[in-house]
């Protein structure tokens, strides 16, 4: 039974079948039952007019729903989604890697005290926030891609990305993510200026060592102004490292003297760093790293956009590991919209008989043979070559 509604007539449960009018090109690759009012808004967003309502389905869920009751809540349908995980992981994987060619010509240029072209890492996060919009899955994947000595790449295109999702969360429109996701991909840039010795030593830097460290900051700030950046840019980024209880550099400022945007860099800074594998450290998985920050909210980090930073990148991240009750390790996929415990992940390593599986997916949500995820676990636990296993058996 299909009937055709206009976008601001849908409601929460409804069984979407397909799109009936829409402004672009957004395609909804997968039919589902709208679970949340910011499925709609995103629907909304993407130019959708009017969509094609199952009612058949509708009222056959609600039945199941009444039905099942009693055990434990329904899981509903994903949302629609705009382009699947594997085309966009093929595009995703490209980005990556030019992100991080073009962060390394743009520290080579500034150590040399070359121009550099704002328009171009501009272009670039530009085309990550296209990314993350069309599918985010894919580029969060990819941040939990990690190479020894590249850590100061990596880093700040993983906080690039996370930004651009966790201002995504948050609500904020395209200009001010994009905004963000450039901070996020420039934040460091000073640390070139930064003596090699002091910039990777493999340990813990000592008091005046931590001085020097500290100038990254106000080199990379003092830099931004020279290429012409937005004050505001220049803003975020000269506040990734102030704590709202007036301890962090260079300025020491407090609480509301620090911006929306600064405290989220603060937030999204200190998780990658935790948890990046470093030539002298494992790096400590998602869960761990949550936990550091919400135990230093809200003294230091605003503690509302730590609890949404929390939900942004859930209990169980993509592209993070997870062992199951099966006694298998998994990398998770997609993120269910309600049951966060319930992602759909890739099972790949058994832990019995300690090897390498034929990856296989399986959605936790549905139908799984009450296989359910015991712990979040990181690959050095079990001495896994993730980032083989991620290049040989993901990226195909
Ligand atoms: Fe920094």
Do not use: W
């Amino acid at each position: 039974m299909l009937k055709t509604f206009d976008i601001d007539e849908v409601e929460e449960g409804m069984f979407v079948d397909s799109i009936a009018k829409q402004q672009g090109k957004f395609k909804i690759t997968s039919r589902g039952r709208v679970t949340s009012l910011a499925a709609i808004k995103q629907l909304k967003k993407k130019g959708i007019l009017s969509v094609v309502v199952d009612l058949s389905r509708q009222l056959k869920s609600e039945v199941v729903e009444q039905e099942e009751k009693q055990e434990e809540p329904e899981a509903p349908a994903e949302l629609p989604e705009e382009i699947s995980f594997e085309a966009e992981l093929e595009v995703a994987v490209k980005l990556h890697a030019k992100g991080k060619h073009l962060q390394k010509s743009i520290l080579e240029s500034v150590g040399k005290n070359l121009p550099v072209d704002i328009a171009i890492p501009e272009a670039f996060t530009n085309n990550l926030v296209s990314s993350i919009d069309r599918n985010p899955n894919a580029l969060m994947c990819m941040t939990k891609i990690r190479e020894k000595d590249t850590y100061l790449l990596e880093h700040s295109l993983n906080v690039a990305i996370l930004l651009a999702n966790f201002a995504t969360h948050v609500g904020l429109d395209e200009e001010q993510i994009q905004e963000l996701a450039l901070s996020g991909f420039l934040h460091d840039i000073g640390k070139i200026k930064i003596p090699d010795e002091i910039l990777h030593k493999p340990g813990r830097l000592n008091d005046q060592e931590m001085t020097i460290m500290k100038d990254h900051v106000y080199y990379g700030t003092k830099v931004l102004v020279e290429m012409g950046m937005p004050d505001s840019i220049v803003r975020t980024i000269g506040e990734h490292h102030e704590r709202l209880d007036g301890y962090g550099y260079p300025e020491g400022l407090r609480g509301d003297e620090i911006t929306q945007f600064g405290r989220m860099i603060a937030i999204v800074d200190t998780y990658d760093a935790i948890t990046a594998d470093r030539c002298y450290k494992v790096g400590m998985s998602s869960k761990k790293a949550l936990q550091i920050l919400l135990q230093d909210a809200p003294e230091k980090y605003d503690e509302g956009l730590v609890t949404q930073f929390v939900q942004c990148i859930g209990i169980f991240p993509v592209g993070s590991l997870v062992k199951l009750n099966n006694e298998k390790i998994a990398m998770v996929l997609k993120q269910h919209p309600i049951h966060a415990t319930k992602p759909v992940v890739k099972v790949f390593y058994s832990i019995r008989g300690n090897h390498y599986l034929e990856p296989k997916e399986l959605n936790l949500a549905a139908a799984s043979n009450g296989v359910k995820i015991v712990d979040a676990v990181i690959a050095s636990d079990f001495k896994l070559d993730f980032n083989k296993y991620f290049n040989e058996s993901i990226v195909v």
